[in-house]
């Protein structure tokens, strides 16, 4: 299996099952997604399509993001994730 079906492996599970994650529980996922796809991009050890590519993921990411940020759940889900303490209601 290749770097690049790795980090899409585990999070392509996640989002495959029948529960659906929660937001507070997405947006740890999407940073770790973010992290990966740099850190490919940056590789000069893989091939140019690869890195091209994580580039392509990373501008997805990043037009989602900002759709994200803009919504009450997006703050919402941010103090679950600070405070886990807070009730899931």
Do not use: W
């Not at 989002?15 to 990966?36: G, K």
């Not at 993921?57 to 993001?65: A, I, N, T, W």
Request: avoid cysteine.
């Amino acid at each position: 299996m290749t770097i690049a079906t790795q980090i899409f492996e585990k999070i392509s599970k996640r989002f495959s099952q029948a529960e659906v994650p929660l937001v507070y529980e997405v947006l740890p996922m999407l940073a770790r997604l973010r992290r990966d796809l740099q850190q490919m991009s940056d590789n000069s050890g893989l091939p140019n399509v690869i890195r091209i590519a994580a580039i392509a993921g990373l501008l997805v990411l990043d037009k989602y993001d900002a759709r994200l940020q803009d919504t009450e759940v997006y703050r919402i889900a941010l103090g679950m994730i600070i405070s886990p303490s807070l009730p899931h209601t």
